[in-house]
């Protein structure tokens, strides 16, 4: 069937999307499966494109949609379906309303993409600051030298990996980078549990304080766990770091 221009294409069975033919595509051919709204004299192309994409359109017509297999309205479906009609000017008016309102959304969703761009640099410049020393420098010099990594912590090590039989949703959790949120924080987001013995539990089970690390996909992803969350194990994809807090550690690293 040949496309004339600035007419609608309506999906019989989808019902969406819907789209309007545009010059360049005059007298393409479409598919049986999608009937051609052509405006009349009285109707504006982009008036009758607008009022078919909308909720009431829509939902009218998808009660009537009929068949058990292959859904579909007809055309008498759409031939007796309603339009408000206002005259030619005032639609015009109204899809000029319609398209500013759509620009505005645009440029709010284009700039609503750049936030996560500058938390993210603002975040990176923050930490950059604290850990030089300048957030919190007074006239006392305080020595920020590098040291190792291993003098902070007491042990770290792979989360476990468990069979399928031991997954029980009574069981203990298993954290994974799902549930870290971007500040750092653990946001439960159904997890599975697994069962295990409590000499298991004493070796892999997690404390108040332990830092979580992703090592594959989102690496260096982390969380801080907190004993508030209740008894929990690290994922397989999660590296446990423990740090060293003893009275006689920290004493040594000041």
Sequence with gaps: IRTPPRSTLFPYTTLLPISIVPPELDEAITSTGIAILRPSSVVNSKYLFYWVC??????????????????????SDLSSATLPLPPLKEQQRIVGRIESLFACSRNARQELAQVPRLLDHYKGSLLATAFSGEMTSDDTEIDFADK???????????????????????????????????????????????RVSQAEMDKWGLIDGDLLITRTGSIGKCALYSAEIGPALPSAYLIRVRLDRSEEHTSELQ
């Design 54 to 75: 909308s909720n009431s359109f829509v939902s009218a017509l998808s009660k009537a949609q009929d068949g058990t297999m292959y859904p579909a309205i007809r055309d």
């Design 148 to 194: 190792p990594f291993r003098e902070a912590i007491a042990s770290t090590f792979y989360g476990p990996r468990f069979a399928r039989s031991d997954y029980d949703p009574l069981g203990v959790v298993t954290l994974r980078t799902t549930d870290f949120d971007d500040g750092g924080n653990i946001r439960l987001k159904s997890p599975p549990a697994v």
